[in-house]
Every structure is written in structure tokens, then in C-alpha cells.
């Protein structure tokens, strides 16, 4: 007889901090991502809890006030993970673990959590594993505590001691086998990507969930996995691709989110050396979301972490489809006129428009204006050929394409 399984979601309370340079709409779309992030995780965020604050307090992240809140409400209610967005030191999270004694992650090792889950192969695993062990190492003071708060006395602290440094030691002995098996992956992944020979690479990237792997899907004719969930790609693939009579590589890696984990850049480096030694960007914009011009500069900001920000790059917004705006009526004179207001082509008269024509509007769903993106495509690619194969002129002589 198979047993059945009750499946229910974890309750989880959100906790975050609303600075002086957000508006209230800023933060709550952070709070929302958080919650896009819980449920990636199989979580559900049952409530919020956010406090003004100039900085995040250093001992408890929020005011000891607010976590006497949280903590009434989580007793009154049941629930017992918090997870609060951003990274907490090792004293905030002991000191926070102290007043709310029930399970606390933050934004790190949730989306930690949710690597680990997504991780497929044995390369992404070790990649994960690593970053994890990173996250660790500074936080195993925890258990100490706990030990000097149970027991107390002096006799105790002899053994507690003794026990966080083995801890420790194993942590630590893991991280450097774990970085000894990546360097050997690394070796091979170079390789291969030498192996590729001189062929033009291309590299999409981009906020995570944008639209990358279908995108890809359907320029390559792949089945790359694509789900309206966070980091449904972990992993490198890389398709042939050829438009009219230039062959290329194209390549769909992981994507970023604001506030990466620092440990996660550093152990997924390799992964990132699809982007590193990439000749040529797509950078891959969800128009549609409310915050896609902060994503971008976080996208940006990575990319110039990985030293790839001067890289020829085409600006990609997808999802045309779904994209809304507010109106105003004509008779409205109060209502003053925001970005929320604009349609495609005032967006496309901003700062789009000094992209030096690098920019396109597309949706990979529903196959719009996929014929400009191959014709753009095609055209950066070409100039990166002609350096790379001078007397291979004779590749550019068109032809029809049958259909
Ligand atoms: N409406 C609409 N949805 C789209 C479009 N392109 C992709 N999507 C959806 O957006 C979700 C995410 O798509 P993916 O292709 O997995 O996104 P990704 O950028 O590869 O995401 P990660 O691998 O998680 O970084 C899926 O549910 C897609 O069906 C589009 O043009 N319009
Ligand atoms: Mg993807």
C-alpha cells in the first residue's frame, strides 16, 4: 500500500527593511521577488513584516520592538521559518535566533537553497556545495551558543568548544576538496571550450526568469527546460546555431538576481566563463516587469564583477506580449505622466535610444519580431566573423533561404 503523503507548503514569514532612497512600491517589488523566491523553494509566504530604517540594524537586522511583533505573530500563528532579505552576519543571525528561537534563513541561503534543489549535475552540484560550505564557515558560532545557552557553565565550554572547531575543520577540509574538484571540472570545461575552435560565441544573459532558455528554445530548436520559476537554468548549454550562412555558438547560462551571493559568483566561475569568453551579448530584459530597469543594472554590475561589461551586447526586451502601462484620461490634468505610463515606443525614446540601435523589442513566446532579432544577431555576428575568418568571404554571399 503507498502511503500518502500530506504535502503541505512550509509557512513563512518575510522580513525586510525599507531605506530612505526606496518608496514604498521599490520595496514592496523587492518583498515580492522574496516571496517569488520562497515559493521557487516551496515555501509560502504568509505574511510581511517591514520596518523604515536608515540601515539595517547591525544586532538584529530590524529593531527589537519589530521582532517582538514578529515573534508574537509567528507564535500566535504557528509558523516557524522567517527568512529576511538580505544576508545576516553570523551575530545577527545568532542574536535573532535568540529572540525568535524558531528556524531563520536569509537571502543568501535561500537562494542557496534553491540552487541546491535546482543543481542537476554533478558540476553544478559541486559548484553549489562549495558556495554553501562558503555561506557556513563564518556562521558555526551558532551551535556554540546554543550549547552555552542549554547547559551554561564552565564545565560546558570545554566541549562546545572542541566540537565547533571539528565542525569547523570538517567544513574546511570539504571547501578544499570541493575546490580541488572543481579545478579538475575547470580544466576539462576549457578545454571543450577550445575544443570549440574559433567560432563566434554568443552568450545570452540576463535577470533571472526573463525569457533566456525559451528564447534559446527557439532560435536553436532545443528543449532547453524553461519554467516560470527562479533559476530554472543552472547549468551551461551550448547549441550551434545558424542564421543565413553564418554558424555560431549560443550559449544559456544562469541567471542573475540583485544581491547575488558573493559565494555563488566565486564558486560558479566557470559556469560564468561562458560569459567571460563570450564575443558577443544578448542581454535579455523582461520588459514587462515593474522593476526591469533595476534589474538591468544589477545584471550590469555582475557582469562588471566578471570583467565582461565592455563586451559587445544587444539589448533584448522580451515579453512585448504581456507588457502593460497605465493611461491617463484625457480629461485627468492632476495626474502627472511616469514611467509607468509610457508605451513601448516612448520607452523606446529614453535612454534606449542611445544604444546606438542596439536594442529590440521581441516576444520569444509568441515568436514576435524574432526575424529582426535574427537579422540583428546576424549582423554583429558577421562583423565578429570577418576579423576571426578573413578569407572565408565567400561564406557571404546570400542566398535564399528555402523554407
Ligand atoms: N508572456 C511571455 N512569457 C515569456 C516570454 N518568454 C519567456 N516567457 C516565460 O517566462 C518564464 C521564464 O522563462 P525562462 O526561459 O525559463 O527564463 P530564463 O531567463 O531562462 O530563467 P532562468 O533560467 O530561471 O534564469 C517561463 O514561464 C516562460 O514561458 C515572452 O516573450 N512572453
Ligand atoms: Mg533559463
Redesign the pocket.
Known sequence: MIEEKKVTSEKIVLIGVVTQHQDEEQSNEYLNELEFLTLTAGGVAVKRFTQKLEIPNPKTFIGTGKLDEVKQYMEANNIETAIFDDELSASQLRNIEKVLDCKVLDRTSLILDIFARRAQTSYARTQVELAQCQYLLPRLTRLWTHLERQKGGIGLRGPGETEIETDRRIIRDKITLLKKKLKVIDKQMAVQRKNRGKMVRVALV?Y????????MNVVSKSDVF????????LDTTVRKVVIKNIPFLLT?T??FIRKLPTQLVESFKSTLDEVREADLLLH?VDI?HPNFEEHIASVNKILDEIKSANKPTIMVF??I??YQHETIDSDDLVTKKTKEHYTLAEWEKTWMNKLDNNCLF?????KENLENFKEKVFKEVKKIHITRFPYNDFLYEEYKEID
Open positions: 540576463g533571472t526568469n526573463v525569457g533566456k532558455s525559451t528564447l524553461a519554467e516560470n520559476k527562479l533559476f530554472a537554468t544559456d544562469v541567471g535579455i514587462s522580451n515579453k506580449d504581456v521581441i516576444s520569444a513566446l509568441n
